[in-house]
């Protein structure tokens, strides 16, 4: 069954790898900044993987040096899985510049993954497969701004990618992001309608709408500081100390906001069926799956699962 699984380009011609959690920064984040990273999530007992991984790995080596395929088997790196939120294999997400840009679940046709490599080659500009989309210098344009902290620029370079371009997911992310930093979660929200519904389940998109869902589930606080007292005055208050976390989310202290969470999962899983751990679920989707705060929050809460 393994030879099913790495038929094809092998490990040593640099295309193709395995990664562990050890090795996933630099094979996959780290060399996400120059090429894009294919990460295909597979086990042994899979089907589907069986019937995905050779076509991958053939569109892959087709693409002649414009992507890279990576390969984590869940089985030998549980963790990495459960930080990613891999709930189903086989699971494809294809890396960037450090983040998650696209992906997919199944064994899709070899139309669909050549289409899907093609987008990738696309977004990284890469010569020989057509000029990069429409918009995307204004999306890369609204991205140093939104790192400038120019919410108002950002938005209006966006706006553009997205007018020049209706069907594209960065900038529309993008906007809607602006468009939630500056107050406005239901205009975001109706922003993020605009995909095409093909489109819908892009990881930005989710990450954007689950960053909407907590800033309408948890509103700025007046005095945290009370709510401070009242939590730490008794560990075992949990609902001081939710209402703690849902405080520290609607300032955006996003770390303190998980630690809280994290708290009364390690003291009582199922409390209030679960919404803790739904809360804290919901945090790690608005972050990304690459983001610091994620993966420190995913190995402490996989550290109190499997304790």
Same mark, same amino acid.
């Given at each position: 069954?393994?030879?099913?699984?790495?038929?094809?380009?092998?490990?040593?011609?640099?295309?193709?790898?395995?990664?562990?959690?050890?090795?996933?920064?630099?094979?996959?984040?780290?060399?996400?900044?120059?090429?894009?990273?294919?990460? +295909?999530?597979?086990?042994?007992?899979?089907?589907?993987?069986?019937?995905? =991984?050779?076509?991958?790995?053939? !569109?892959?080596?087709?693409?002649?040096?414009?992507?890279?395929?990576?390969?984590?088997?869940?089985?030998?790196?549980?963790?990495?899985?459960?930080?990613?939120?891999?709930?189903?294999?086989?699971?494809?997400?294809?890396?960037?510049?450090? &983040?998650?840009?696209?992906?997919?679940?199944? $064994?899709?046709?070899?139309?669909?993954?050549?289409? @899907?490599?093609?987008?990738?080659?696309?977004?990284?500009? =890469?010569?020989?497969?057509?000029?990069?989309?429409?918009? $995307? +210098?204004?999306? *890369?344009?609204?991205?140093?701004?939104?790192?400038?902290?120019?919410?108002?620029?950002?938005?209006?370079? @966006?706006?553009?990618?997205?007018?020049?371009?209706?069907?594209?997911?960065?900038?529309?992310?993008?906007?809607?992001?602006?468009?939630?930093?500056?107050?406005?979660?239901?205009?975001?929200?109706?922003?993020?309608?605009?995909?095409?519904?093909?489109?819908?389940?892009?990881?930005?998109?989710?990450?954007?709408?689950?960053?909407?869902?907590?800033?309408?589930?948890?509103?700025?606080?007046?005095?945290?500081? =009370?709510? *401070? !007292?009242?939590?730490?005055? +008794?560990?075992?208050?949990?609902?001081?100390?939710?209402?703690?976390?849902?405080?520290?989310?609607?300032?955006? !202290?996003?770390?303190?906001?998980? +630690?809280?969470?994290?708290?009364?999962? *390690?003291? *009582?899983?199922?409390?209030?069926?679960? !919404?803790? &751990?739904?809360?804290?679920?919901?945090? @790690?989707?608005?972050?990304?799956?690459?983001?610091?705060?994620?993966?420190?929050?995913? &190995?402490?809460?996989?550290?109190?699962?499997?304790?």
């Amino acid at each position: 069954m393994s030879e099913l699984l790495n038929a094809g380009p092998k490990a040593g011609d640099g295309l193709i790898k395995d990664a562990t959690i050890e090795t996933f920064e630099q094979d996959v984040l780290a060399a996400s900044m120059q090429t894009p990273v294919i990460v +295909d999530f597979w086990a042994e007992w899979c089907g589907p993987c069986k019937q995905l =991984a050779p076509a991958l790995e053939k !569109a892959v080596a087709a693409a002649g040096g414009k992507v890279r395929l990576v390969k984590v088997d869940i089985d030998q790196n549980q963790m990495l899985a459960s930080q990613l939120r891999i709930q189903s294999i086989p699971t494809v997400y294809a890396f960037f510049q450090g &983040r998650p840009v696209d992906g997919f679940q199944g $064994a899709v046709p070899e139309s669909e993954i050549k289409a @899907f490599i093609d987008r990738l080659v696309q977004a990284a500009g =890469a010569a020989g497969l057509g000029a990069q989309p429409a918009g $995307a +210098d204004y999306v *890369e344009a609204g991205n140093a701004a939104l790192d400038a902290g120019d919410l108002a620029g950002a938005a209006q370079a @966006f706006a553009q990618a997205a007018q020049d371009d209706p069907g594209n997911v960065a900038a529309i992310a993008g906007l809607a992001r602006c468009q939630l930093a500056l107050g406005d979660a239901a205009q975001a929200r109706n922003t993020l309608s605009m995909a095409p519904e093909d489109k819908q389940n892009d990881p930005a998109l989710a990450s954007v709408r689950a960053a909407v869902a907590l800033a309408e589930d948890n509103p700025p606080v007046a005095d945290i500081a =009370a709510i *401070e !007292a009242r939590a730490g005055a +008794d560990p075992g208050d949990f609902d001081a100390l939710f209402e703690l976390a849902r405080a520290r989310l609607g300032a955006g !202290a996003m770390g303190p906001a998980m +630690d809280a969470l994290l708290s009364i999962i *390690e003291r *009582e899983r199922d409390w209030n069926e679960g !919404a803790a &751990r739904q809360k804290l679920l919901t945090v @790690f989707e608005a972050l990304g799956p690459t983001h610091p705060e994620t993966l420190r929050g995913r &190995r402490r809460l996989s550290s109190i699962l499997f304790s």
